[in-house]
């Protein structure tokens, strides 16, 4: 009898309250998304060949949307591309002049080509491979990540690099291969093993 009635009390009790959460970080939320990218190399260890920053932004103040900074062979050189190709207008222009512009003047002072209207499809599994294919008038750009190593988290609180206020968390699984491919042609520069990575639920804060 004491068994059941034990029985029929802890059924009736309410649950015990769930446990305070802990407080959002304190500042200001510009965008969260996705940000891989690709390091190309005229040697291990040399300097940058090709640089592509993609973009797959799920918030931001001006809404969600893509863009693809894609810089490739040295300035003025025969060949050369440094391109941004977009979807949404305004997030190009918030992530160009508001976001990345506001510390790396390289953004506004070296501007790119912009290619509005483009296309933007993903493949594979981000397990083994994954895939990024960028597509606008005049543009097809196809990016790959190999060899995906373990994932690893990554905090970089606001304030903590002298180069770059925004304080960055991610999910960043290093690539062991990467590659470039612009109008069917491989982008110039060697990919070395850990310096490309994919960037996921990569937030940005100051």
Same mark, same amino acid.
């Given at each position: 009898?004491?068994?059941?009635?034990?029985?029929?009390?802890?059924?009736?009790?309410? %649950?015990?309250?769930?446990?305070?959460?802990?407080?959002?970080? %304190?500042?200001?939320?510009?965008?969260? *998304?996705?940000?891989?990218?690709?390091?190309?190399?005229?040697?291990?260890?040399?300097?940058?060949?090709?640089?592509?920053?993609? #973009?797959?932004?799920? #918030?931001?103040?001006?809404?969600?949307?893509?863009?693809?900074?894609?810089?490739?062979?040295?300035?003025?050189? /025969?060949?050369?591309?440094?391109?941004?190709?977009?979807?949404?207008?305004?997030?190009?222009?918030?992530?160009?002049?508001?976001?990345?512009?506001?510390?790396?003047? %390289?953004?506004?002072?070296?501007?790119?080509?912009?290619?509005?209207?483009?296309?933007?499809?993903?493949? *594979?599994?981000?397990?083994?491979?994954?895939?990024?294919?960028?597509?606008?008038?005049?543009?097809? =750009?196809?990016?790959?990540?190999?060899?995906?190593?373990?994932?690893?988290?990554?905090?970089?609180?606001?304030?903590?690099?002298?180069?770059? /206020?925004?304080? =960055?968390?991610?999910?960043? =699984?290093?690539?062991?291969?990467?590659?470039?491919?612009?109008?069917?042609?491989?982008?110039?520069?060697?990919?070395?093993?850990?310096?490309?990575?994919?960037?996921? *639920?990569?937030? #940005?804060?100051?």
């Amino acid at each position: 009898m004491l068994h059941l009635l034990a029985l029929v009390l802890s059924t009736t009790q309410p %649950a015990a309250p769930p446990p305070n959460p802990t407080p959002p970080r %304190a500042g200001r939320v510009y965008l969260s *998304g996705e940000n891989p990218v690709v390091f190309l190399f005229d040697r291990p260890g040399g300097e940058t060949e090709t640089f592509v920053s993609f #973009w797959r932004i799920h #918030w931001s103040p001006v809404g969600p949307g893509h863009v693809c900074y894609v810089t490739s062979g040295r300035e003025k050189s /025969p060949g050369a591309v440094r391109v941004a190709l977009y979807d949404n207008p305004e997030l190009f222009a918030y992530l160009t002049n508001d976001v990345l512009g506001s510390y790396n003047r %390289a953004y506004v002072e070296r501007p790119f080509t912009a290619v509005g209207g483009a296309t933007f499809a993903t493949g *594979g599994d981000a397990r083994a491979e994954r895939r990024e294919s960028c597509r606008a008038p005049g543009y097809a =750009i196809e990016l790959a990540w190999r060899a995906l190593r373990p994932a690893a988290l990554v905090d970089i609180l606001p304030g903590s690099r002298p180069t770059n /206020p925004f304080g =960055i968390t991610y999910l960043r =699984i290093p690539a062991g291969e990467a590659s470039v491919t612009i109008d069917g042609r491989a982008a110039p520069g060697v990919s070395v093993p850990d310096e490309s990575f994919l960037a996921f *639920g990569e937030t #940005w804060i100051k």
